[in-house]
C-alpha cells in the first residue's frame, strides 16, 4: 500500500521508449564529500558529454588524467546484455520468494553493463521475479532522456522476463525544488511506482520503500506512516528498503541523524533486514538490535570502503545482491559481475516461525 493509495508495481513494455541521447546540461551534485580539485574536473568533464572520450585534452585535463575519471564515473560505454531469458521462471508461494537488490547503477555505461549481464546469468540459474532498486537509477540527465540508456536498455533481458521492479528513491533521483519533484515524478511514472513512500508483499515478505530525500531525512507524516505500516505487517519477514544507509563504513559513512529515527522502530517491529545504497561499495553489519543492514551501492561505480567496529563483510566492489526467502530462513549473496561472490549469509526471521 502506499500513504494514499494501493499498491502498483513492474514495468511494462508497453511504457514507451524514450530518448537515447545524452543531456549536454549535466549539472550533477557538488556536495557530496568529492575534493574540490575532483568536483570542478568533474563538472567540466560531463558537461562535455561522452564526445570527450576521444579527446586528447580537455580545459586542462590531459588524457591520462581523463581517462580514470571516465572510468570512474562509468562513462565508458558497454555493451547491453544479450540473453533471453524464460520469461516468468520464478516460484513464488506464501512460503518462498526469490528477489534481487541493486542501488547506484544510473550510468548506462560499461560497468553498469556488466553487472546486469550478471544479474541476467544469475536469473537463468536462480530465477528471481523482483528487483529492489535502491536508488540513483539516473546519473548525467534527466530520467525521460536517459531512460532507455539507464534502465531499459541494461534491464531489458530483466524486463521481457517479466520481472518486477520497485524503486526507493536516491539523492541522484530527486531533491527539494520543483525541478527534482518533477524529475521524482517522471521516475515514478516511468517505474509504475505508488508514491515516494510505500509497501509492498511478495510471498513471505512484507517490504517497505522509504524517501530518505525528504527535509531531515523524513518528515514525521512519513515517520508515522511507517510505524503503523509495520505495525499492519502481518508477513513473517520485513526487510526495509531506503536510498541512504543508516549505518556505512564508506566514504559517505552513516547517514547523520537516520539510525537515531529509524532505530526504535526497527526494534519496536522486529525488521529483519535494512538495504541501502548511495555508497559505492558492498557492506553487511553485524546484527544492530537485532536488525542486519547491507550497503549494495555498487551497481556500476566503486569507492572506498574499510571496514568498522560494526562491519561483518565490506569490499570496495561491483555487485547486485540475489536473495532467497523460504520459511523463517533467507539466503543472500553478494554477486560480482564475472559471477563470483563478495559474501554469502543466512538469516532467521525475527519472529512468526
Same mark, same amino acid.
Not at 537485532?290 to 556500476?300: A, E, I
Not at 572506498?304 to 571496514?307: E, K, M, R
Not at 560480482?336 to 563470483?340: A, Q, T, V, W
Given at each position: 500500500?502506499?500513504?494514499?493509495g494501493?499498491?502498483?508495481t513492474?514495468? &511494462?513494455?508497453?511504457?514507451?521508449r524514450i530518448?537515447?541521447?545524452? !543531456?549536454?546540461s549535466?549539472?550533477?551534485d557538488? /556536495?557530496?564529500?568529492?575534493?574540490?580539485?575532483d568536483?570542478?574536473t568533474?563538472?567540466?568533464?560531463?558537461a /562535455?558529454?561522452l564526445?570527450?572520450?576521444?579527446? @586528447?585534452?580537455?580545459?586542462g585535463?590531459?588524457?591520462?588524467?581523463?581517462?580514470?575519471l571516465?572510468?570512474?564515473e562509468?562513462?565508458i560505454p558497454g555493451?547491453?546484455?544479450?540473453?533471453?531469458l524464460t520469461?516468468?521462471?520464478?516460484?513464488? +508461494?506464501?512460503?518462498?520468494?526469490?528477489?534481487?537488490a541493486i542501488?547506484?547503477?544510473?550510468?548506462?555505461?560499461?560497468?553498469a553493463m556488466?553487472?546486469?549481464r550478471?544479474?541476467?546469468? +544469475?536469473?537463468?540459474?536462480?530465477p528471481?521475479g523482483?528487483?529492489?532498486?535502491?536508488g540513483?537509477?539516473c #546519473?548525467?540527465g534527466?530520467i525521460?532522456?536517459?531512460?532507455?540508456?539507464v534502465f531499459e536498455?541494461?534491464?531489458?533481458?530483466?524486463i521481457d522476463?517479466?520481472?518486477?521492479?520497485?524503486?526507493?528513491i536516491?539523492?541522484h533521483?530527486?531533491k527539494h525544488?520543483?525541478a527534482?519533484?518533477q524529475?521524482?515524478?517522471?521516475?515514478?511514472a516511468?517505474?509504475?511506482?505508488?508514491?515516494?513512500y510505500?509497501? &509492498?508483499?511478495h510471498g %513471505?515478505?512484507?517490504?517497505?520503500?522509504?524517501?530518505?530525500?525528504?527535509?531531515?531525512?523524513?518528515?514525521?507524516e512519513?515517520?508515522?506512516?511507517?510505524? !503503523?505500516? $509495520?505495525?499492519?505487517s502481518r508477513?513473517?519477514w520485513k526487510? @526495509?528498503c531506503?536510498?541512504?544507509? %543508516? #549505518?556505512? *563504513?564508506?566514504?559517505?559513512?552513516?547517514?547523520p541523524?537516520?539510525?537515531?529515527?529509524?532505530?526504535?522502530?526497527l526494534?519496536?517491529?522486529?525488521?529483519? $533486514? @535494512?538495504? !541501502?545504497?548511495?555508497?559505492?561499495? #558492498?557492506?553487511?553489519?553485524?546484527?544492530?538490535d537485532?536488525?542486519?543492514? @547491507?550497503? &549494495? /551501492?555498487?551497481?556500476?561505480k566503486?569507492t %572506498?570502503?574499510? %571496514?568498522s567496529?560494526? *562491519?561483518a563483510?565490506?569490499? *570496495? +566492489?561491483?555487485?547486485f545482491?540475489h536473495?532467497?526467502?523460504?520459511g523463517?530462513?533467507? +539466503?543472500a549473496?553478494?554477486i560480482?559481475?564475472? /559471477?563470483?561472490l563478495?559474501d554469502?549469509?543466512?538469516?532467521?526471521?525475527?519472529?512468526?516461525?
Open positions: 500500500m502506499t500513504a494514499g494501493q499498491p502498483r513492474g514495468v &511494462s513494455r508497453a511504457v514507451p530518448g537515447h541521447g545524452l !543531456s549536454l549535466v549539472n550533477p557538488p /556536495g557530496e564529500g568529492i575534493p574540490l580539485v568536483k570542478l568533474r563538472r567540466r568533464f560531463l /562535455g558529454g564526445g570527450a572520450i576521444g579527446a @586528447v585534452a580537455m580545459g585535463i590531459l588524457v591520462d588524467q581523463a581517462w580514470p571516465l572510468a570512474r562509468d562513462l555493451r547491453p546484455p544479450e540473453i533471453a520469461p516468468h521462471a520464478w516460484e513464488e +508461494t506464501p512460503e518462498r520468494l526469490v528477489f534481487a542501488g547506484d547503477n544510473g550510468s548506462g555505461g560499461r560497468q556488466a553487472v546486469t550478471q544479474m541476467a546469468s +544469475t536469473y537463468a540459474l536462480r528471481y523482483l528487483v529492489c532498486l535502491l540513483d537509477i #546519473y548525467y534527466p525521460r532522456e536517459r531512460y532507455h540508456d536498455e541494461p534491464m531489458e533481458p530483466l522476463a517479466g520481472v518486477r521492479f520497485e524503486l526507493a536516491g539523492n533521483d530527486g525544488s520543483d527534482s519533484a524529475e521524482i515524478a517522471d521516475e515514478l516511468l517505474l509504475g511506482t505508488p508514491g515516494r510505500y509497501t &509492498s508483499s %513471505p515478505v512484507d517490504f517497505f520503500y522509504l524517501d530518505s530525500n525528504e527535509p531531515d531525512l523524513f518528515s514525521q512519513q515517520l508515522d506512516w511507517f510505524d !503503523s505500516a $509495520l505495525a499492519a508477513n513473517r526487510i @526495509v531506503v536510498h541512504h544507509p %543508516p #549505518y556505512s *563504513s564508506g566514504r559517505y559513512g552513516s547517514t541523524g537516520e539510525a537515531e529515527k529509524l532505530s526504535p522502530l526494534a519496536r517491529h522486529a525488521v529483519d $533486514l @535494512v538495504l !541501502s545504497g548511495h555508497d559505492h561499495h #558492498y557492506e553487511r553489519t553485524r546484527p544492530i537485532g536488525t542486519t543492514y @547491507v550497503v &549494495s /551501492g555498487g551497481g556500476c566503486t %572506498p570502503v574499510g %571496514p567496529e560494526i *562491519s563483510v565490506a569490499e *570496495s +566492489t561491483l555487485e545482491l536473495v532467497t526467502v523460504e523463517d530462513r533467507l +539466503t549473496d553478494a560480482r559481475p564475472n /559471477g563470483g563478495v554469502h549469509f543466512e538469516l532467521r526471521a525475527r519472529q512468526g516461525a
